[in-house]
């Protein structure tokens, strides 16, 4: 795990990459449910965190509500999910409509607890 500026990082920000870190390879979540595991903010905060600070992280494994990869990222995101071998809904040559099979591919985030404030 790498060392992150804590004061460059909004609130929450940083438990949002600790999850992205924690997803499996051929695993996902979604965008709610990463929000779910960090609490007290939604899906929009999520994919905000990932957009400005999610570089460093397997940003791929977190996804749509739909199974689908945010438009502008689906190129790469498909080719990840493929290179991962994880379970897709939908295969096509256009990856704005290839989608994750949720029920196959999501992570059972229940059991993640978040890092305390000092690291444990």
Do not use: K, N, Q
Not at 67 to 90: C, D, I, K, N, Y
Not at 92 to 117: I, K, N, Q, T
């Amino acid at each position: 795990m790498r060392a992150r500026d804590p004061l460059a990082l909004p609130a929450r920000a940083e438990e949002v990459l600790e999850v992205v870190e924690a997803v499996p390879a051929g695993r996902v979540l979604t965008y709610g449910d990463v929000a779910e595991v960090v609490g007290d903010r939604g899906p929009r905060f999520v994919g905000d965190v990932l957009r400005r600070f999610g570089s460093g992280v397997p940003w791929w494994r977190v996804l749509r509500a739909d199974g689908s990869a945010a438009p502008p990222l689906a190129p790469r995101a498909v080719e990840r999910w493929r290179a991962e071998g994880t379970p897709l809904r939908r295969d096509d040559a256009d990856p704005a409509l290839v989608r994750v099979d949720l029920r196959s591919a999501r992570w059972d985030a229940s059991g993640f607890d978040l890092p305390g404030p000092d690291g444990a």
